[in-house]
């Protein structure tokens, strides 16, 4: 297991929800964490709140995953403030509308450029600074990406493409030493939603689905491996299959 004492981390869609929380288990290990969403006061607070409860080094970076350019200013910067790269979290996602009749093209290119392209020119920035490093690499998932979906396909869709992508992304850096691990969440309790739909936190008591610290954690334990790597990670609430 790595010392992630010594490591640095990139935390796409930190501004919220699960890259928060992941911010905070990473800071809570010692690790230098650069934030990444487009909110760049919610990154502001987060970096204060780390460097105040942990002592650790931070990065803003407000980015846009959907604009290769900010990607690739997120991922120089990021090894600039830290001098190496050596984490990477793909998390940044959103979801829109619902049956495929009723999605509208704004929504569809929203959440396909989002969920599939933010992800690829991540991914493609950090590469080099990974290989480097050895270092590791994470994307969250989902549920909706390993199973037929009724609800959403579209989204379901762009989490099948993620979990694709990244076990081949795994298949072409394994033998450049980089890890590269899925994290696959059911329902969990943040601001997440639809669009026009009431959020996760909203929607779900405490308990009764899955909580962001809880896919951090496995975030933060992928992150950890050194040599093996944590192929995927399934997080599901346990009555997830009642009536499947």
Do not use: C
Not at 89 to 107: C, F, I, P
Not at 120 to 127: G, L, W
Not at 178 to 204: M, Q
Not at 207 to 234: C, H, K, M, N
């Amino acid at each position: 297991m790595h010392d992630l004492s010594t490591r640095s981390v990139l935390v796409t869609g930190a501004s919220s929800g699960i890259g928060e929380a992941t911010a905070h288990a990473f800071a809570e290990e010692g690790a230098a964490v650069a934030l990444a969403a487009r909110r760049e006061s919610r990154l502001d607070t987060l970096a204060d709140e780390l460097t105040d409860a942990h002592g650790v080094s931070t990065a803003t970076l407000p980015t846009d995953i959907r604009e290769q350019e900010q990607v690739q200013r997120m991922v120089d910067e990021a090894v600039d403030a830290f001098g190496s790269l050596d984490v990477v979290v793909n998390n940044a996602g959103l979801g829109r509308g619902s049956d495929v009749e009723s999605l509208s093209t704004d929504q569809y290119r929203q959440m396909m450029a989002t969920n599939t392209d933010g992800s690829f020119f991540t991914t493609r920035a950090a590469i080099p600074h990974l290989t480097e490093s050895a270092g590791n690499l994470v994307f969250v998932g989902s549920f909706a990406g390993q199973y037929p979906r009724p609800f959403n396909p579209v989204y379901a869709a762009t989490k099948w493409w993620l979990r694709g992508f990244a076990h081949s992304v795994a298949a072409e850096l394994g033998e450049s030493g980089v890890g590269v691990s899925v994290i696959n969440p059911s329902e969990v309790r943040t601001e997440f939603g639809s669009e026009d739909g009431e959020p996760f936190e909203e929607r779900f008591e405490a308990g009764e689905v899955t909580e962001p610290d809880e896919i951090a954690d496995a975030i933060v334990f992928a992150a950890a491996q050194d040599r093996s790597t944590v192929q995927e990670l399934d997080l599901y609430r346990r009555d997830k299959f009642s009536g499947f």
